[in-house]
C-alpha cells in the first residue's frame, strides 16, 4: 500500500521554484531519505505532505488523501519532527507529553513507557529548558510517537547532536520501522541515509536527480569499477575489476599479503557532487 505518493508536485515562492516536478511514492513500512542541502526544497515537501502549506501543481496524497484538503482526523495518524519543537520550557518531560496525550486522547500510564523508550525517565520532572540539545531532540521524539501514528516525518533529526544522541535516536527509528510505522526523513548526512533508508531521494534545487536504494545508487555510478588492495609491506595497488586480474588477487591472498580491500564505489555525497556539482552541506 501505498501511504505517500506526489506526481509532478510543485511549489512556488515569489519567483523561485522550490519544487519542481516531484514525483515520488513510499509503501508501507517503508523509511525514505530525502537527501539534499539546506534549500534542496526537503522541508517545504515535509510542510506539503502534512498540510502545513498548499502545493501550487501536480499532486500529493497521504494514505489517499489530498494533502491540500486534510481534515483534524488525518492527524491522528502522523507524527512530526521539525525545527519549530513546540515544547515548553517551563514544562518538565512528563508534563510536556502528558499535555500531548490529552490533544490525542492517550492514555497518560503511556508516557512513561515512551520516556523510557527514548532514554529520559531519569529527566521526567526536569524542565524543557533545562535540557541538553540531545535531550530535547530525543523529547521531540517522544510527543511525535506518543500517539503511536502510522507514519513519521523526521526532518534532520539528528543535526548538531552528539554521536551517542545520534546513534540512540538511529536504535529507536529502527524499532518504529519493525513495529510498521513509515517513516519520511530528511538528512544531509549520506551516513544516516545509508544506513536507515530502505531508498532515498537525490533532491537538488527542487528537483530530483536520483532515486533509490543508497547502495544501488552507489554502484549505478561506479565509473570507476576497480579494486584497492593495501598489502602487508604498505604498497597500495588498484586493479580493475575484470576477470583478468583475478589471478593476480588470488596471488596477494594465497601469500598472506592482503591487509584491506575494498572495491570503488563512491558513497552518496561522491554521486551527489558528481551529478550538481553542490556538497550536500
Not at 500500500?1 to 511549489?11: F, H, P, R, S
Not at 519567483?15 to 513510499?26: H, P
Amino acid at each position: 500500500m501505498k501511504v505517500i505518493e506526489t506526481d509532478c508536485l510543485a511549489k512556488i515562492f515569489g519567483n523561485k521554484r522550490v519544487l519542481d516536478n516531484v514525483s515520488m511514492s513510499v509503501e508501507n513500512g517503508e523509511i525514505l531519505g530525502l537527501l539534499g542541502p539546506s534549500g534542496a526544497g526537503k522541508t517545504t515537501l515535509i510542510k506539503i505532505l502534512t498540510g502545513q502549506i498548499k502545493s501550487d501543481g501536480g499532486k500529493a496524497r497521504i494514505f489517499d488523501k489530498n494533502c491540500n484538503k486534510l481534515t483534524d482526523e488525518f492527524y491522528s495518524d502522523i507524527g512530526v519532527v521539525m525545527d519549530n519543537s513546540g515544547l515548553y520550557g517551563r514544562l518538565n518531560c512528563y508534563d510536556n507529553l502528558k499535555l500531548f496525550a490529552k490533544i490525542f486522547n492517550v492514555d497518560k500510564s503511556y508516557i512513561d513507557e515512551v520516556l523510557e523508550r527514548v532514554e529520559l525517565t531519569d529527566a521526567k520532572k526536569t524542565s524543557a529548558d533545562k535540557l541538553s540539545k540531545g535531550m530535547k531532540g530525543r523529547l521531540i521524539l517522544a510527543r511525535a510517537i506518543l500517539h503511536k501514528p502510522k507514519l513519521l516525518f523526521l526532518d534532520e533529526p539528528t543535526d548538531g547532536l552528539d554521536p551517542a544522541t545520534t546513534e540512540r535516536i538511529h536504535k529507536l527509528i529502527f524499532e518504529l520501522k519493525e513495529n510498521g510505522t513509515t517513516i519520511l526523513l530528511t538528512t544531509h548526512d549520506m551516513y544516516e541515509a545509508t544506513k536507515l533508508c530502505d531508498n532515498v531521494a537525490l533532491l537538488n534545487e527542487g528537483r530530483i536527480i536520483e532515486y533509490g536504494e543508497p547502495l544501488s545508487i552507489c554502484r549505478k555510478h561506479n565509473y570507476d569499477n576497480s579494486i584497492n588492495i593495501l598489502l602487508s609491506d604498505g604498497v597500495e595497488v588498484t586493479l580493475k575489476n575484470i576477470r583478468e586480474n583475478s589471478e593476480i588477487i588470488k596471488e596477494y591472498f594465497d601469500n598472506n599479503r592482503v591487509v584491506s580491500i575494498h572495491s570503488s564505489e563512491p558513497n552518496l555525497e561522491t554521486v551527489f557532487i558528481n551529478l550538481t556539482g553542490r556538497s550536500l552541506v
